[in-house]
Nanobody
């Protein structure tokens, strides 16, 4: 299994920016990661995809963050980054890192990091 550790959340003013990081590790010698990404869940709402990137660099973004967010991956460090700018109140949520392994058909999730955007 893969362990994911997130960092970078916190309180930020509307219009500001932040960068989330998520580092993956495994207890064994090998680590299976096909892609990495971020979901978020706001109070009373369903969890939604924010952005994802494959190890080959293909990306997908939610329409709500497209144009003001950039996802990147460092395959040598098994780490994914999400740079978000022009933050809005509606970006407030718990952000979860996830990493699917297509070869063995499983997904790993982080514990979540709170992002709060204030006015």
């Amino acid at each position: 299994q893969v362990q994911l550790v997130e960092s970078g959340g916190g309180l930020v003013q509307a219009g500001g920016s932040l960068r989330l990081s998520c580092a993956a590790s495994a207890s064994g010698d090998t680590i299976c990661i096909s892609a990495m990404g971020w979901y978020r869940q706001a109070p009373g709402k369903e969890r939604e995809l924010v952005a994802a990137i494959t190890t080959g660099g293909s990306t997908v973004y939610a329409d709500s963050v497209k144009g003001r967010s950039t996802i990147s991956i460092d395959n040598s460090k098994n780490t994914v980054y999400l740079q978000m700018a022009s933050l809005r109140l509606e970006d407030t949520a718990v952000y979860y890192c996830y990493a699917p392994c297509y070869t063995y058909d499983y997904e790993s999730w982080g514990q979540g990091t709170q992002v709060t955007v204030s006015s």
